[in-house]
C-alpha cells in the first residue's frame, strides 16, 4: 500500500511529454510483443506439423522398404530350407534318402556360396542339425566350429518358434574370434519335407550395410537421424557418427530405455523427448514383419530455426518501429504540450499578479479553447476587481453617510438642548441621558472596525432609544428583547439605529397617543433574524417597496429614507443578496423590519 501510495505520488509530477512517450511505448511494445508471441505460435506449429508429416512420410516409406527386404530375407531362409540338397545332407542318415552324403554336402556349399556372393548383406550362413554346427558358409575366416551354439539366445527362441522365420538380434558374431561386428540373423528351424521331423535350424548372419543405404537414402531436418530398436529396446541400427563416438552410443542407449514405453506397435508414435541431452521431436512407426521400430529423431531446435530467424527479424522490425514511433510520439508531443508550457506560464504571470497578460494561442482545438477561456477569465477577474474597488468605495461612503447620519447636528443640538433643560430644572436624568449620548457615539465609531459583536450593537440602539424618549416624553415605549445564545454573534455596525430613527419620525411621532417599539432578536432557518415592531401609522405596500430605493422622500427628510436604503445595502454588500431587509406594513396598525444576517460567531 506505501508503494503503491509513493508510486502514485510520483506519477502527479511526470509531464504530460513523457506520459504520452511511456503511454505510447507501452502500447507498441505490447502489440510488438503479442505480435511475435502469436506469430511465433503459429509458425512453430505449422513447423513441427510439417515436419512431422514429412517424417512419417519417410518413417512409412523406410517401411516399406524395409517390410520387402526383410520378407527377401525370410525367403531366402525357407528356400534354403527347403532345398533337396539340404534336405539330403541333413537326412543322410535317414533310409529315406539314397544319397550320397559327400555329394549333397558339397552340392549345399555350392548352393550357400552362391547365395552369399549374389548378396553383400549377409554375412554367414549357419546350418545346424540337431547335435551340432553341420554346414555353413561365411565371409569370415576365423569362424569357431566348436562354439556353444545352443545355449545362445536367438537358438533357444527359434527351437520354440517352428519353421516360420524370426527376426534377431542385435547380437555380436561370438562364434567368429574376433566379434566385434553387430548383426542381425534370420532363423528358422528345418524339418523334413514330409514334415515329420524336425533334422536342424538355419541360422543366417545379415550385416547392417543394407539398412545404412535405407536409411541414409531418407533425408530428414539438419541434424536429424533416423535409427531402428527393437521391442525389447535393443538399437539395430544408428548412423555411423554416433556408433563410432561410444559416448554417443552410450546416451543413445540409455536414452532409448527412457523412450521405449512411449512406443506402441499399433500406431505411428509422435511425441517429444530428450536424446543427447537436448530436445527432439520423434515420429516412429512399428514394423511387424521384424517386430522393429523405424525412428525419425529431429533436434527441436532445428525445426524452429526459421521461427527463431523469424523472430530475430520482428523484434529488428519492432525495434525500429518502436525508435520510429517515439521521434514521432516526441514530434507530437512536443506541438501538444508547448502550448500548455506558453499557458502555464500565462498562468504563472498572472498568478503573480499581472492580469494584464494574455495567452496568444491561435489553435480551435481543446487547448485553443482553454487559452481562450483563460483570457476571458483575467478580463472578468479584472472586471471583478474593478467591481470590488467600486463596492468598496461604495462601501465608505455608505458608512460615512451612516456616521453623519448618526451626528446629525439637528439630533446632537435637540439632545443637548434636552440636557441643558435637564440641568436648569435639576432632572435626576441627565446623567443617564448624557452617558447614554457618550456611548451612542463612542459606539458608532467602534475603533474604526466595520464588525462588532452583537450586543454591542444592541447596546447602541439601546442608548439611542433612551436618548429619544427622554426627548419625546410620555411619548413611545419601547423593550429589546435579545435571546442569551444570539449574543455571540457578530454583525455590522449601526444598522438598527437608522431604522429606529424611521420608526419613531414616521411611525410613533404621527399617531394620536402613546406608542410602542419592540426589538426581537433569533435565530431562523439559520440565519441571524433582527425584528423591529413599531404600532405606528404603518404604510401602503407600494411604500414598503420605495423606502428601499435610495430616493426615497417623506416629508420632506431625506436622511430617515437614506439610512434606511444604507443599511440595506451595506448588508448586501458585506454578506450578499440573500439577506438585508424586509418590510411588513399594515395602514394605521403598524409596521415590522425584517433583518436578516449570517451566523457570524463572535
Known amino acids: 500500500m506505501v508503494i503503491t501510495k509513493k508510486y502514485l505520488e510520483k ?32 509458425y512453430n506449429h505449422k513447423l513441427l506439423n510439417n515436419n512431422i508429416d514429412y517424417s512419417k512420410k519417410v518413417t512409412s516409406s523406410l517401411v516399406v522398404n524395409l517390410d520387402e527386404y526383410i520378407y527377401q530375407l525370410k525367403y531366402i531362409s525357407n528356400i534354403i530350407a527347403y532345398n533337396q540338397y539340404v534336405q539330403k545332407y541333413l537326412n543322410k542318415h535317414d533310409s529315406y534318402y539314397s544319397i550320397d552324403s559327400s555329394d549333397s554336402f558339397q552340392r549345399t556349399l555350392e548352393f550357400l556360396s552362391n547365395i552369399i556372393t549374389s548378396r553383400s548383406d549377409i554375412d554367414s550362413i549357419l546350418i545346424f542339425d540337431n547335435d551340432k554346427l553341420s554346414v555353413f558358409k561365411s565371409t569370415h575366416l576365423d569362424l569357431n566350429t566348436n562354439y556353444d551354439y545352443k545355449n545362445q539366445l536367438w537358438y533357444k527362441n527359434i527351437l520354440e518358434s517352428g519353421v516360420t522365420p524370426k527376426i534377431s538380434g542385435p547380437h555380436k558374431q561370438e562364434y567368429l574370434h574376433t566379434p566385434e561386428i553387430n548383426v542381425f540373423s534370420v532363423n528358422r528351424t528345418i524339418q523334413r519335407y514330409d514334415g515329420l521331423k524336425k533334422t536342424g535350424v538355419i541360422h543366417i548372419s545379415v550385416n547392417l550395410s543394407e539398412l545404412k543405404k535405407f536409411c541414409e537414402s531418407e533425408i530428414l531436418y539438419k541434424n536429424g537421424f533416423i535409427f531402428i530398436v527393437n521391442d525389447n529396446g535393443e538399437i539395430i541400427y544408428q548412423p555411423d557418427n ?32 530428450t536424446i543427447y541431452d537436448e530436445k527432439y521431436q520423434i515420429v516412429s512407426k512399428y514394423m511387424s514383419n521384424a517386430n522393429w521400430y523405424i525412428v525419425a529423431a529431429t533436434p527441436y531446435k532445428s525445426i524452429t530455426e526459421d521461427a527463431e530467424h523469424i523472430k530475430n527479424i520482428i523484434l529488428s522490425m519492432g525495434l525500429l518501429s518502436l525508435i520510429l514511433a517515439l521521434v514521432i510520439t516526441y514530434i507530437l508531443s512536443t506541438a501538444i504540450t508547448k502550448p500548455i508550457l506558453n499557458l502555464r506560464k500565462c498562468m504563472a504571470e498572472a498568478t503573480e499578479g499581472n492580469l494584464t497578460i494574455r495567452s496568444n494561442i491561435k489553435s480551435k482545438d481543446e487547448i485553443g479553447i482553454l487559452s ?34 448618526q451626528i446629525n447636528p439637528h439630533f446632537l443640538y435637540n439632545t443637548l438642548d434636552s440636557i441643558i433643560w435637564m440641568a436648569e430644572s435639576k432632572n435626576d436624568n441627565i446623567v443617564p441621558m448624557t452617558e447614554s449620548l457618550s456611548k451612542l457615539f463612542r459606539i458608532s465609531l467602534s475603533k474604526g472596525n466595520d464588525i462588532i459583536p452583537l450586543s454591542s450593537e444592541i447596546e447602541h440602539v439601546r442608548n439611542y432609544l433612551f436618548i429619544q424618549s427622554m426627548r419625546y416624553t410620555d411619548k413611545f415605549d419601547y423593550s429589546v428583547s435579545v435571546k442569551p445564545e444570539v449574543l455571540r454573534y457578530k454583525t455590522i455596525k449601526l444598522i438598527l439605529q437608522p431604522i429606529v430613527e424611521n420608526s419613531i419620525y414616521h411611525g410613533i411621532k404621527n399617531k394620536r397617543g402613546k406608542g410602542n417599539i419592540s426589538i426581537n432578536c433569533c435565530i431562523n432557518d439559520k440565519k441571524l ?22 430616493s426615497y422622500k417623506t416629508d420632506g427628510r431625506l436622511s430617515s429614507g437614506i439610512g434606511v436604503h444604507n443599511v440595506n445595502e451595506r448588508i448586501k454588500l458585506y454578506f450578499g443578496n440573500q439577506y ?8 394605521s396598525v403598524g409596521t415590522t423590519v425584517y433583518i436578516d444576517l449570517p451566523l457570524i460567531e463572535d
Open 11 to 42: 506519477i502527479r509530477y511526470i509531464s504530460i511529454r513523457t506520459k504520452i512517450l511511456l503511454s505510447f511505448s507501452l502500447v507498441i511494445i505490447s502489440l510488438i510483443s503479442s505480435t511475435l508471441i502469436f506469430a511465433l505460435s503459429k
Open 242 to 273: 554416433n556408433i563410432t563416438n561410444s559416448k554417443k552410443l552410450t546416451s543413445l542407449e540409455k536414452d532409448v530405455t527412457n523412450i521405449l514405453p512411449k512406443l506402441t506397435n499399433n500406431k505411428i508414435n509422435i511425441f517429444t523427448d
Open 372 to 405: 481562450s477561456s483563460f483570457n476571458g477569465m483575467l478580463s472578468q477577474i479584472e472586471k471583478l476587481m474593478q467591481q470590488v474597488i467600486s463596492d468598496q468605495e461604495q462601501k465608505r461612503k455608505l458608512e460615512l453617510k451612516t456616521l453623519q447620519a
Open 529 to 550: 433574524l433582527i425584528t423591529i415592531t413599531d404600532d405606528g401609522i404603518g404604510m401602503d405596500s407600494e411604500t414598503c417597496t420605495r423606502i428601499l430605493s435610495p
Open 580 to 587: 438585508g431587509l424586509r418590510y411588513e406594513s399594515t395602514i
